[in-house]
């Protein structure tokens, strides 16, 4: 697939859009009920004013992270979505080698339509796994504890969705997922969940051997729970707009959230990234790192490995751009005085 075209994240989707079916794609591409939040997370970055400072040495940009004990070159990770055959036959195979070609951690979705195995075996990079916790403790622990076996480092949690939102267009595109694709970690038999509450969280801990990050908090209040449940870090995430309507975007929710934080456990952030401004913005406002969901099925579903590795690239050489125009050389300058 010729990518030279491909200039940032928006050209990747109208490819992607370009070779998807109708179905797939609007699985992808839509959000919760009238897809207010799912606007407003992108809106809500494109109103954030940068500051630029000039004249400082920006001749070595180091964009260098640590979270939880391991280094990342640039800190945009791959965010856990689900069904990936559906956008490309190799599916997670795929993603795992081009989240191994662009340097990215790749999170796992539960709902991986290939084994946890067999991507480890084809991750050359970090992957950590996100799990859905559901009724069945015996199923969960063992899938917490293959994850671990097979070298998945880190545990996400979702705790956003009690139930699936009002996926009003999902419903009209008659999305299903097609009887040739599995979820091998989430057999159907489990999909029927109580609701998830702190004891779980508490439960998942005594027997994690890898740090327990919360995805999905938007409520400071429930930020200083999750401090206090002793877990190692919180995702502000709205599920890309794709559960409840209305709620704030990511990027309005951050500062409140960081500030209640303080810097005591790392604060990861996703919802409308598509720009290295976003990713500064984002930084800015309290985010040790971010994800994206969306851009990498479209660049899955536009060119596999190649495609994933794109959008990465991309993202990283937006950030770089970034902080040698605004004036800063590392993400430790990456602070509030960024912001207009
Ligand atoms: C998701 N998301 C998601 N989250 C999760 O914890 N488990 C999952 O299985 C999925 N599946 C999923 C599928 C698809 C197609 C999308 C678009 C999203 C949410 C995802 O992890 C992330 O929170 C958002 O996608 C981030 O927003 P952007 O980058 O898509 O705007």
Redesign the pocket.
């Known amino acids: 697939v010729d990518l030279s075209g491909m200039l940032n994240l928006f050209d990747l989707e109208k490819m992607a859009e370009r070779k998807m079916t109708t179905m797939a794609y609007e699985?992808?591409a839509s959000g919760a009920a009238d897809e207010w939040t799912l606007r407003w997370?992108r809106e809500a970055l494109d109103a954030i004013k940068l500051k630029p400072t000039v004249l400082s040495d920006v001749s070595q940009l180091d964009t260098r992270v640590t979270l939880f004990g391991h280094e990342l070159p640039y800190p945009i990770l791959i965010?856990?979505?689900?069904y990936h055959k559906l956008m490309h036959p190799e599916g997670e195979l795929a993603t795992a080698r081009g989240a191994g070609a662009a340097s990215a951690v790749y999170v796992v979705?539960?709902?991986t339509t290939t084994p946890l195995s067999d991507i480890a075996e084809a991750a050359t990079q970090p992957l950590w796994f996100?799990l859905y916790v559901r009724d069945d403790r015996e199923f969960t622990k063992d899938i917490v504890q293959e994850a671990e076996a097979h070298g998945y480092r880190v545990l996400c949690v979702?705790v956003d969705t009690a139930v699936t939102g009002v996926r009003n267009r999902q419903q009209r595109a008659n999305f299903t997922l097609p009887d040739d694709m599995q979820t091998p970690h989430m057999p159907g038999s489990l999909l029927e969940q109580k609701p998830l509450t702190w004891k779980d969280i508490e439960w998942l801990q005594s027997f994690a051997k890898t740090p327990v990050l919360l995805?999905g908090i938007l409520n400071p209040d429930d930020a200083e729970k999750a401090v206090q449940a002793g877990v190692s870090g919180i995702i502000v995430?709205n599920?890309?707009g794709?559960n409840l309507d209305t709620v704030p975007a990511t990027i309005e929710a951050l500062p409140r959230i960081a500030e209640k934080i303080d810097r005591r456990i790392p604060v990861l952030m996703?919802?409308?990234?598509r720009r290295g401004t976003d990713v500064v913005k984002a930084i800015a406002l309290g985010a040790s790192a971010v994800?994206?969901?969306?851009?990498v099925?479209f660049g899955l579903a536009s060119a596999g490995a190649e495609g994933v590795a794109k959008v990465m690239e991309i993202l990283r050489n937006e950030l770089e751009l970034t902080m040698a125009l605004t004036g800063r050389a590392s993400l430790a300058h990456i602070d509030r005085s960024v912001i207009w």
Do not use: E, M, W
């Not at 996703?270 to 990234?273: H, N």
């Open positions: 699985y992808v997370n965010a856990p979505t689900a979705s539960s709902f996100q979702t995805k995430s599920h890309g794709r996703d919802g409308g990234i994800l994206v969901g969306k851009p099925c």
